[in-house]
C-alpha cells in the first residue's frame, strides 16, 4: 500500500472486521445494519460485510452520505433523520430484523435499532460517536435470543495478538487481490490539521480522511 492507503488501514478495517468476522460470526447470507455507515469505521464494515456475502443495509444521517455508501457497496440505506428507523428496518428485512447490527455511533438510535434485531441476533457495541452511552433494556436480549457484544479493538491486539495477525493477514490478502481498498475520500496538509478535525467534529467527513505531512 501506499503511505496514504496505510494510514487509513489499520484502525477502521482492524476494528469493523473484528468486529464482524470475530465478535460477530457474520455469514454469507445474513443481513447486517451499519450505524454511522458514512465515517470510516462504517464504510469498512460495509465493504467486509460485503466480501463475506452478507446483505448491508447502511443508516446515516443524510441522502448524500446513504448515496457514498451505496457507491461502496450498500444494498440499501436509511436516513434516520428522516425516517423512522425501527420501520425502515422491518420494511427492508421483510420483518425479520438483522442478524448483525453495527453500532459505532450510540445515543438515541442504539435502542430503536436494538428492538429491531432478529432472532439471535448479535448487538455489536462499537462506539459513541453521539457522544451519549445508550442504556438499553435487557428483556430486549431475553426477548430475541440477542446478544449485546463489546468491541475493543485495542485490547483484543494486545491480549489476543496472534489471532490480529491472522485477521490482518486475511485483509492484506484481500487488498493484494483487488477485493478490498481503504476509500480515503481527502487529503490535508499538515498545516491544516485544524480544518480536518473540524471538519470531522462538524460531520462534513465521509470515509477516512489523511493528514499527509
Same mark, same amino acid.
Not at 112 to 140: D, H, M, Q, T
Not at 171 to 184: F, K, S
Given at each position: 500500500?501506499?503511505?496514504?492507503?496505510? !494510514?487509513?488501514?489499520?484502525?477502521a478495517?482492524?476494528?469493523?472486521y473484528?468486529?464482524?468476522?470475530?465478535?460477530?460470526?457474520?455469514?454469507?447470507?445474513?443481513?447486517?445494519?451499519?450505524?454511522?455507515?458514512?465515517?470510516?469505521?462504517?464504510?469498512?464494515?460495509?465493504?467486509?460485510?460485503?466480501?463475506?456475502g452478507?446483505?448491508?443495509?447502511?443508516?446515516?444521517?443524510? @441522502? @448524500?452520505?446513504?448515496?457514498?455508501?451505496? @457507491?461502496?457497496?450498500?444494498?440499501?440505506?436509511?436516513?434516520?433523520?428522516?425516517?423512522?428507523?425501527?420501520?425502515?428496518?422491518?420494511?427492508?428485512?421483510?420483518?425479520?430484523?438483522?442478524?448483525?447490527?453495527?453500532?459505532?455511533?450510540?445515543?438515541?438510535?442504539?435502542?430503536?435499532?436494538?428492538?429491531?434485531?432478529?432472532?439471535?441476533?448479535?448487538?455489536?457495541?462499537?462506539?459513541?460517536?453521539?457522544?451519549?452511552?445508550?442504556?438499553?433494556?435487557?428483556?430486549?436480549?431475553?426477548?430475541?435470543?440477542?446478544?449485546?457484544?463489546?468491541?475493543?479493538?485495542?485490547?483484543?491486539?494486545?491480549? @489476543?495478538?496472534?489471532?490480529?495477525?491472522?485477521?490482518? !493477514?486475511t485483509?492484506?490478502?484481500?487488498?493484494?487481490?483487488?477485493?478490498?481498498?481503504?476509500?480515503?475520500?481527502?487529503?490535508?496538509?499538515?498545516?491544516?490539521?485544524?480544518?480536518?478535525?473540524?471538519?470531522?467534529?462538524?460531520?462534513?467527513?465521509?470515509?477516512?480522511?489523511?493528514?499527509?505531512?
Amino acid at each position: 500500500m501506499n503511505f496514504v492507503d496505510a !494510514a487509513a488501514f489499520p484502525l477502521a478495517y482492524g476494528t469493523s472486521y473484528h468486529a464482524l468476522v470475530d465478535r460477530g460470526q457474520l455469514k454469507a447470507g445474513e443481513t447486517l445494519l451499519v450505524l454511522g455507515a458514512a465515517g470510516g469505521v462504517g464504510l469498512a464494515a460495509i465493504q467486509i460485510g460485503k466480501i463475506i456475502g452478507a446483505r448491508v443495509i447502511a443508516a446515516a444521517s443524510s @441522502e @448524500e452520505k446513504l448515496a457514498f455508501c451505496r @457507491e461502496h457497496g450498500a444494498d440499501a440505506g436509511i436516513d434516520y433523520t428522516k425516517e423512522d428507523l425501527r420501520e425502515r428496518i422491518k420494511a427492508l428485512t421483510g420483518g425479520q430484523g438483522p442478524d448483525v447490527i453495527f453500532d459505532p455511533v450510540g445515543g438515541a438510535y442504539a435502542e430503536p435499532a436494538f428492538r429491531s434485531i432478529g432472532w439471535r441476533g448479535r448487538y455489536l457495541v462499537v462506539g459513541f460517536a453521539n457522544g451519549e452511552i445508550p442504556k438499553l433494556p435487557l428483556n430486549l436480549a431475553l426477548l430475541k435470543g440477542a446478544s449485546v457484544v463489546g468491541v475493543f479493538w485495542g485490547d483484543h491486539v494486545r491480549r @489476543e495478538h496472534a489471532l490480529a495477525d491472522q485477521e490482518f !493477514a486475511t485483509m492484506l490478502e484481500w487488498i493484494d487481490a483487488g477485493t478490498l481498498r481503504p476509500v480515503v475520500t481527502k487529503r490535508y496538509a499538515l498545516e491544516d490539521t485544524a480544518q480536518a478535525l473540524d471538519d470531522m467534529m462538524n460531520r462534513r467527513v465521509t470515509g477516512k480522511i489523511v493528514i499527509e505531512m
